[in-house]
Structure formats: structure tokens, C-alpha cells
């Protein structure tokens, strides 16, 4: 059975940072994309970022671009954000998720294993 489990959540002041990490098990990634998602309340849930296990090829949101990272460790089979000059609209939980046939990395539901979230409140 595939576990995600993300932390690193928490409260940070307007133009902070916050590093998020999402721990695999049950499964070795080779040709998965990996993501974060994140939803605010009455909002739907939106992509923010994607790599690509093997080949380390990124997308983001562009109002992400140039503030988060997104990067993985195989060694460690997890994945990670590092969240940069963070605003009160990065407000949000996030969602760590991974797909073996993932047709449009930007869609939610091409990814087969989510995690249970973590909280991140960016306060103004």
C-alpha cells in the first residue's frame, strides 16, 4: 500500500519561507510524476508544482514561479517544497501526490496516491 505523508506545514509571516516534505512508502518511483496541489477554503484544488522521478523535469504555477522549488531526494524517496517570499494567497493545504500515467501534469486526476495534506497559513 502506497503512503504519502507530507509535513513542514505551519504559520508564517507575509514574505517568509516554509519547507514542505512529502515521505513515500509502499512504493520505489522510476517513471511517476510527482506534485503538490494545495486547496483554500471554497476554492478548488489547484496545481502549484511537478517533477519528474527519473528525468528531474519541472512545471509550476506561474504565480510560483521564481518563490518555490520543487525537488526530490531517490535516496530518501521523498519529495519537497521550498516555499519562498510566501504571500497570504499561498495560503492553502497542501497535497503531496504521485501518478505513474500522469496524461497532463497540471490535472488532479491523473494522480493515483495523495497524501493526507498539511496546513500553511501565510499571515499578512
Known amino acids: 500500500q502506497v503512503q504519502l505523508v507530507e509535513s513542514g506545514g505551519g504559520l508564517v509571516q507575509s514574505g517568509g519561507s516554509l519547507r514542505l516534505s512529502c515521505t513515500a512508502s509502499g512504493r520505489t518511483f522510476s517513471d511517476d510524476i510527482l506534485a503538490w496541489f494545495r486547496q483554500a477554503p471554497g476554492k478548488e484544488r489547484e496545481f502549484v508544482a511537478a517533477?519528474?522521478?527519473?528525468?528531474?523535469?519541472?512545471n509550476y504555477l506561474d504565480s510560483v514561479k521564481g518563490r518555490f522549488t520543487i525537488s526530490r531526494d531517490a535516496a530518501k524517496n521523498s519529495l519537497y517544497l521550498q516555499m519562498n517570499s510566501l504571500t497570504p494567497e499561498d495560503s492553502a493545504i497542501y497535497y503531496c501526490a504521485a501518478g505513474e500515467t500522469v496524461l497532463d501534469v497540471f490535472q488532479s486526476r491523473y494522480y493515483s496516491y495523495w497524501g493526507q495534506g498539511t496546513q500553511v497559513t501565510v499571515s499578512s
Open positions: 517533477i519528474s522521478w527519473s528525468w528531474d523535469i519541472t
